[in-house]
Nanobody
Framework: QVQLVESGGGLVQAGGSLRLSCAAS????????MGWFRQAPGKEREFTAA????????YYADSVKGRFTISRDIAKNTVYLQMNSLKPEDTAVYYC????????????????WGQGTQVTVSS
């Protein structure tokens, strides 16, 4: 059974940085896309970034492009989201997710989800 466990959230001032981690277990993830999504209070969950486990190609939402970097450590079965130049509007619960890779459909339907980690950016 696939399990995704996020960590690394917290409170940070605007302009600061955080690194989120997602420890993945339960299968080998070759052929999978790993994504980060976020949900702010009163808003719908939105796609943030994704990485293809095999090959490492990445895809970002326009709102985080140039500030966030997604990466993975194959040996540790862990996906990271490095978040720099954080803004108050980045405040949200961040979720790690996984799905089988299909073409360039990085923002498609994800099948497995973590429990989320809170990121709060103060102004």
């Amino acid at each position: 059974q696939v399990q995704l466990v996020e960590s690394g959230g917290g409170l940070v001032q605007a302009g600061g940085s955080l690194r989120l981690s997602c420890a993945a277990s339960g299968r080998t993830f070759g052929g999978y896309d790993m994504g980060w999504f976020r949900q702010a209070p009163g808003k719908e969950r939105e796609f943030t970034a994704a990485i293809r486990w095999s090959g490492g190609s990445t895809y970002y939402a326009d709102s985080v492009k140039g500030r966030f970097t997604i990466s993975r450590d194959i040996a540790k079965n862990t996906v990271y989201l490095q978040m720099n130049s954080l803004k108050p509007e980045d405040t949200a619960v961040y979720y790690c997710a996984a799905k089988y890779s299909i073409g360039n459909d990085y923002n498609g339907r994800y099948d497995y989800w973590g429990q989320g980690t809170q990121v709060t950016v103060s102004s």
